[in-house]
């Protein structure tokens, strides 16, 4: 008899979209499966620490306890938010077509200008977007945003804040895109933004086959690419980091940046390579940055954090 494939996810909006669409995609094909939404990780016991197994990332580590559990099968996530090194027996299962990578700037009240040169207070959780932000506006406050997207939605609604920054893919994916926001063609936006990716056991060879129909080569190619850069950088500490690759012409053409927290400091790099020699081009950038003064500025981020 077939094996019903036990789908993981989280119980937000976005995350069970992202969950249903690969759900119908796999029975499409004649797969049999189960929507599993897990909530928290108090319940599900573990026979060692979760740092021994190497699960760090703040949105997927429910979802790698249940799977190394064996409460579900595969769990699909934003690549954005998956730590680029996976825990110990977990692997890369596919990566589906890459959406929109871009940010958006969501304004408040139906207003679709704001007066960027006067002093406004706008609102984001992410270190990156902020340290954009802060770049291009240095005179601008910003202020944290915390939550999945309709929690966020609702804050920028209950504060007298100019607006608040998002992802164009998670807003376009349920239907919660406003007419009222600008696409932020300026700022570069984290690596793997707009793609998804099941996560699989590495040794379940039935749902590794599975998800393989479903991955989207180039969406790998270019999503490996902006991860290792990140993976490179990073060294395990969180950086305001952003990164963007595409396939022309043969040709991977990448744009990769750093900044100080504040957003003062600014070191960015911009390359491309036949495609046939793209092996370790994303930690190629990444050192390059490293060498020209980079590494000085995450040690400089490593102390602030």
Known sequence: MAKTIRIGTRDSE???????????????LGYKTELISVKSTG??????????????GIFTKTLDVAMINGTVDIAVHSMKDVPTQ?????????????AASEDIFVFKDGKSTADFESTVTIATGSLRRKAQWLNKYPHHQVVDLRGNVNTRLQKVADNDWAGAVFAKAGLERINLKPENHIVLDWMLPAPAQ???????MQNDSYCKEACAHLNHKNSELVTHVEREFLRTL??????????????????????????SLDGTQK????????????????????LKILESG????????????
């Open 234 to 259: 990073e060294g395990g500490c969180t950086a305001p980091i952003g990164a963007y690759a595409e396939i022309k012409e043969k040709r991977i053409h990448f744009k990769g940046v750093l900044f």
């Open 194 to 200: 707009g793609a998804m990716v099941i996560a699989v």
């Open 43 to 56: 319940d599900l016991i573990l026979d060692k620490p979760l740092y021994e197994l190497g699960i760090t």
């Open 86 to 98: 996976l825990p110990k027996g977990i692997i890369q299962g596919a990566v589906l077509e890459r």
């Open 14 to 28: 976005l995350a069970l979209w992202q969950a249903h669409t690969v759900q119908h995609k796999l029975e499409a």
């Open 294 to 305: 980079g590494r000085e500025l995450m040690e400089s981020i490593k102390k602030e954090l």
């Open 267 to 286: 070191m960015e790099i911009e390359e491309s390579v036949p495609v046939s020699e793209c092996q370790n081009f994303g930690t190629l950038c990444a």
